[in-house]
């Protein structure tokens, strides 16, 4: 069950509460409460790892578009040692091989600033997410937290009207 779920069910246990006969005192089954807390929590750690592995995907990313640029500078400096055997020729393949360090370069950072995009964006994502189910979260806990005060209160005020 997903953490929004497991909240849905909880207000609703809330809100199917029975009222004793004349009375604004309601019964909530605490056990199932408890349990529900119990899942919320232990659901709580894989949106965690969501967003490790969306970090972990970023070096991912980030180490294929390195190695990529290397392998082209790789293959330009090959290329440029087989055509050193002339002068002119040497010229050439050092006008050659610098473009092509130019444009592994060029590359090497667009695919940089794509991928910090794209993993931008990711992490926005999950941030978004979880602040959304941390809010949530955080208004249940207080509708809980209102809701025990006021059983509390009914019943220590039932006591002194004994």
Partial sequence: MDIVQIIDELEQEFAN????????????????????????KASLPSAIQEASYV????DQILNKANSDAKKTIAEAEFRAEQLVSSSEIFKKSEQEASEMIEKANRKCAELYAVTKDN???????????????????RRNRDELEKAINNIKVSVISDEHDN
């Fill in 55 to 58: 970090l972990s995907k970023k």
């Fill in 17 to 40: 509460s029975k009222n004793f006969l004349w009375s604004k005192k309601t019964l909530v089954d605490m056990e199932k409460c408890a349990s529900l807390i119990a899942e919320l």
């Fill in 119 to 137: 993993v931008d964006k990711m992490l926005k994502s999950v941030e978004t997410y979880l602040d959304q189910n941390l809010n949530v979260i």
